[in-house]
């Protein structure tokens, strides 16, 4: 990524709104007026209730579906707008979801080479692209195996290589984890960052785990439909310190007839560290 590329804006939402069914009585708002901005080369959580909204918000900027009212402008190109959709996400989105979807009776390299076929590539480009995207995920020596053959992990990693190969403006990933043991978790977030740091990649990542919330840079939470706050990431005392202040006993610490056991001092010490993150 260019430095110059820093300040564009991947992701714009103007009072995003998705309601779906039709009766009054069946009408949910998946979607209630989302504002929203992501800039090239960010790493963008997305935690929340189940229900709250999440998938409903990676949906419309993935163009998956068009949005009920509001705006949502991706790449330049505002969604509502456009004739084919499956073109354009094609063209700008890479889709990781919680369960991998690779396709069973085709290898890794197989895998990935899919969604590159019918543009145009000869067959030998689209091998190479392949292998180059599977060592990017750190699955070098696993070009040949099967889905089956692979760790729940591994098979995430070739479906992150899969969403990489139309050089994606934008990642969006459902929960890629969440069907992972911590370990495998771990590795598959790793790759995402990596993407991130070495190679600029943006990505929006929803999540139900604080520990791979923290992982990103910026953390949304959602709740019937909004974004009810925003919390940049800090360094790993600091968002400690977070989650030490939003507890029982940080609220505890922060009422007045606990900070008047304090010296003034040490009152303004507790004050500023809690009271400031919480
Ligand atoms: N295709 C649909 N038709 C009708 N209602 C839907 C549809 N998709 C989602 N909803 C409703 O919209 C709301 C938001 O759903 P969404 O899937 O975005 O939530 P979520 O935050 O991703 O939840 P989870 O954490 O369980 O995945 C829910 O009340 C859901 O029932
Ligand atoms: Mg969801």
Same mark, same amino acid.
């Given at each position: 990524m260019r430095a110059s590329d820093k300040n564009r804006i991947i992701v714009e939402a103007f009072e995003l709104t998705k309601v779906y069914g039709n009766g009054a009585a069946t009408q949910v708002c998946a979607l209630d007026g989302? %504002?929203?901005?992501? #800039?090239? !080369?960010?790493?963008?959580?997305?935690?929340?209730? /189940?229900?709250?909204?999440?998938?409903?918000? @990676?949906n419309m900027i993935g163009a998956l579906d068009r949005p009920t009212s509001g705006k949502v402008i991706v790449n330049g190109q505002d969604i509502s707008a456009l004739r084919d959709l499956d073109s354009f996400r094609g063209r700008t989105i890479g889709f990781v979801f919680q369960l991998h979807n690779l396709i069973?009776? @085709?290898?890794?390299?197989? %895998?990935?080479e899919v969604p590159m076929q !019918?543009?145009?590539?000869?067959? +030998? =480009?689209?091998?190479?692209?392949?292998?180059?995207?599977l060592e990017l995920v750190g699955m070098q020596g696993r070009f040949h195996h099967l889905p089956?053959?692979? /760790? =729940?992990?591994?098979?995430?990693?070739?479906?992150i290589a899969r969403a990489l190969t139309n050089r994606p403006s934008i990642v969006l990933a459902d929960e890629p984890t969440g069907n992972l043991d911590s370990a495998s978790g771990d590795e598959v977030l790793s790759v995402f960052g990596r993407l991130n740091s070495e190679y600029g990649a943006t990505i929006l990542?929803?999540? #139900?785990?604080?520990n791979v919330a923290r992982c990103t840079q910026r953390i949304l939470r959602m709740q019937d439909g909004k974004i009810v706050h925003e919390d940049i990431v800090g360094d790993p005392f600091t968002e400690? @310190?977070?989650?030490? =202040?939003? /507890? *029982?006993? !940080? *609220? =505890?610490?922060? +009422?007045?007839?606990? @900070?008047?056991?304090? /010296?003034p001092e040490e009152r303004e010490v507790v004050r500023n560290m809690l009271g400031r993150v919480a």
């Amino acid at each position: 990524m260019r430095a110059s590329d820093k300040n564009r804006i991947i992701v714009e939402a103007f009072e995003l709104t998705k309601v779906y069914g039709n009766g009054a009585a069946t009408q949910v708002c998946a979607l209630d007026g989302v %504002n929203l901005e992501i #800039h090239a !080369g960010e790493f963008v959580a997305v935690m929340g209730p /189940s229900g709250s909204g999440k998938s409903t918000l @990676l949906n419309m900027i993935g163009a998956l579906d068009r949005p009920t009212s509001g705006k949502v402008i991706v790449n330049g190109q505002d969604i509502s707008a456009l004739r084919d959709l499956d073109s354009f996400r094609g063209r700008t989105i890479g889709f990781v979801f919680q369960l991998h979807n690779l396709i069973t009776t @085709l290898t890794a390299r197989e %895998n990935v080479e899919v969604p590159m076929q !019918g543009i145009g590539m000869s067959g +030998r =480009a689209r091998r190479e692209r392949a292998e180059e995207l599977l060592e990017l995920v750190g699955m070098q020596g696993r070009f040949h195996h099967l889905p089956g053959q692979l /760790s =729940a992990g591994q098979r995430q990693k070739v479906a992150i290589a899969r969403a990489l190969t139309n050089r994606p403006s934008i990642v969006l990933a459902d929960e890629p984890t969440g069907n992972l043991d911590s370990a495998s978790g771990d590795e598959v977030l790793s790759v995402f960052g990596r993407l991130n740091s070495e190679y600029g990649a943006t990505i929006l990542l929803v999540t #139900h785990d604080p520990n791979v919330a923290r992982c990103t840079q910026r953390i949304l939470r959602m709740q019937d439909g909004k974004i009810v706050h925003e919390d940049i990431v800090g360094d790993p005392f600091t968002e400690d @310190l977070k989650v030490l =202040a939003r /507890s *029982q006993l !940080g *609220q =505890a610490l922060l +009422r007045d007839e606990m @900070l008047d056991m304090l /010296s003034p001092e040490e009152r303004e010490v507790v004050r500023n560290m809690l009271g400031r993150v919480a």
